[in-house]
C-alpha cells in the first residue's frame, strides 16, 4: 500500500530556470494539497486540487506558480522564472475525501542557485 | 500573522516521563485541531486529531486535549520513548474541512534514554 510519492526528491536550479515538482497521491485518494516549508518555519497552505479542479488556492503566489491535478498522471506544481527565495521543501498531501486526514509525502527539496 | 502558535522551539524529555506540547491559537473559527510527527528528511505524519466538540481525545500513549476558552490545546505522551524524538506540528481547520490546515511552526521533542 504505497503511500503519497513525491519526484524528484531533491531538485536544484538556477535563477530563472523552471522548477517542476510531482505528486502521486495514495491510492483512491483524489484530493491533493501542496504546502511549502521555508526554513525554521511550519508547513503553509498553497493550493489544494481535486482531479482536474482547483478547489481552493489562497495560498499561491499570484505570479510564477502553478498547480494542476489532471485526469491522469501525478498532480504538477510549478514554479517558472525560480528565484532564491523559493528554496524550500515542497510537501504534497492527499486524503480521500475532503473532511478526511491528510497523508504527506516525503517532501521535495528545491535549491534555487 | 501567526494563527496557530507553538510558543516552545524544543522539548527535553527523560525516556519513561511524560512529555507535554502545547498550541494555542487566535481565531475562534477554528474546529477542527491535529497533531503531526516529522521526521528529518521525511513528511508529516498524521498522529491524532480533536474536534471543537469534545475536550479530550485519547489514541494509545497519545491524548489530546482541547480547552477552547484559553484556545490552547496540548498532546501528551505518556510514557515517552526515544522513537518520539521529533519535530511536532500543531495543525487547525475551520468548518471540519481539511482543505487548509493552518500549521504551527513546530516543537522538537527530544526523549533521552
Known amino acids: 500500500n504505497a503511500g503519497v510519492m513525491q519526484n524528484p526528491r531533491h531538485l536544484v536550479r538556477r535563477r530563472g530556470q523552471e522548477a517542476r515538482l510531482r505528486c502521486s497521491p495514495m491510492k483512491g485518494h483524489s484530493h491533493v494539497y501542496w504546502y511549502r516549508q521555508l526554513p525554521e518555519e511550519g508547513l503553509k497552505f498553497m493550493v489544494y486540487l481535486q482531479k482536474e479542479n482547483i478547489i481552493d488556492e489562497s495560498g499561491m503566489p499570484k505570479e510564477r506558480f502553478s498547480a494542476e491535478f489532471p485526469k491522469e498522471g501525478p498532480s504538477i506544481l510549478r514554479i517558472q522564472q525560480v528565484v532564491r527565495g523559493d528554496s524550500a521543501a515542497y510537501f504534497c498531501?492527499?486524503?480521500?475525501?475532503?473532511?478526511?486526514?491528510?497523508?504527506f509525502g516525503p517532501g521535495t527539496r528545491l535549491l534555487v542557485l | 500573522d501567526q494563527q496557530v502558535k507553538q510558543n516552545s522551539p524544543s522539548l527535553s524529555v527523560q525516556e519513561g516521563r511524560i512529555s507535554i506540547l502545547n498550541c494555542d491559537y487566535t481565531?475562534?473559527?477554528?474546529?477542527?485541531f491535529l497533531w503531526y510527527k516529522k521526521y528529518p528528511a521525511e513528511g508529516p505524519t498524521f498522529l491524532i486529531s480533536i474536534s471543537s466538540i469534545k475536550d479530550k481525545n485519547e489514541d494509545g500513549r497519545f491524548t489530546v486535549f482541547l480547552n477552547k476558552s484559553a484556545k490552547h490545546l496540548s498532546l501528551h505522551i505518556v510514557p515517552s520513548q526515544p522513537g518520539d524524538s521529533a519535530v511536532y506540528f500543531c495543525a487547525a481547520t475551520i468548518g471540519g474541512s481539511q482543505g487548509n490546515l493552518i500549521f504551527g511552526k513546530g516543537t522538537k521533542l527530544s526523549v533521552k534514554p
Open positions: 481565531n475562534s473559527m477554528f474546529d477542527y
Open positions: 498531501a492527499s486524503s480521500i475525501g475532503a473532511q478526511e486526514t491528510q497523508y
